[in-house]
């Protein structure tokens, strides 16, 4: 079985579309747990209308918490961790598991494609993808944590994702799990909805500079433990 762990806060526009790419998938074994940060809006609702566990939690409100919980809870030998906005193409799930059962993975990340995909927000996306492509495999891999597969037992290895880390943990999570021997490669197979939204909200200027900033860090293997820019959660 798969589980798919989507960490939440005030999603209600943008979950039901993921939900309905999920229910529309080919693939049908798998379980979904909305792990949310007590929401103010309809966004559980709509979790439990869709069929899905819900979990609330609110000790701390950042994605690296509600994935942890919701892996807690989890049935499936692999998780899928999804952020609440993203999409997923038709056969996507098939062709991931797929990939990542041959190529004898325990961790994996996706290459992006904006939604909706302006022509000038391939910029930002190529250099994203190109990053990830080029550290694949190093110790110090980049990913994007609005979407990874992973091997339920190296994700209880490594005790999840470290809650000191504030920005860029995605890629601190996935640095640990190939530093302690789990192999980590890019999916190459289908790639990933990953919503423009912080883009369209704050601008293409201003969201790039803080994309840039954080990638030093990635860059240069040195985890973010403090913030550095203001990346908001839950307020889009």
């Known amino acids: 079985m ?8 005030n999603e209600e526009k943008y979950l039901p579309r993921l939900l309905d790419s999920i229910k529309n998938q080919d ?7 909305v792990s949310d940060a007590e929401s103010s809006d309809k966004t559980i609702e709509i979790a439990k209308k869709y069929g899905a566990k819900t979990l609330v939690y609110t000790t701390t409100k ?40 041959d190529r004898q993975l325990s961790v994996a990340a996706f290459y992006i494609k904006f939604n909706p ?24 891999p ?24 504030v ?15 789990y192999k980590f490669r890019m999916l190459k197979s289908c790639r990933l909805l990953y919503s423009a939204r912080r883009i369209e909200k704050e601008g293409f200027i201003k969201s790039g500079l803080k994309w840039f900033l954080m990638g030093l860090f990635t860059i240069s293997n040195q985890r973010i433990k403090k913030n550095i820019v203001r990346y908001d959660f839950g307020k889009f």
């Open 27 to 33: 693939f049908s074994d798998y379980e979904i747990i």
């Open 117 to 140: 995909n302006r022509w000038y927000y391939n910029f930002y996306s190529f250099i994203s993808n190109t990053v990830c492509f080029l550290k694949q495999k190093s110790k110090f």
């Open 62 to 101: 950042h994605p690296s918490a509600q994935r942890n919980e919701g892996a807690k809870i989890a049935k499936g030998e692999l998780l899928l961790f999804l952020d609440a906005d993203v999409v997923l193409t038709p056969g996507f799930l098939t062709s991931a598991l797929k990939e990542f059962k």
């Open 167 to 181: 920005l860029s943990e995605d890629c601190d999570y996935c640095a640990r799990l190939s530093r302690s021997k």
């Open 2 to 9: 798969l589980s798919i762990v989507i960490p939440t806060l």
């Open 142 to 165: 980049a990913a994007i944590g609005a979407g990874l597969l992973v091997d339920r037992k190296a994700h209880e290895a490594v005790k999840g994702f470290d809650l000191s880390v």
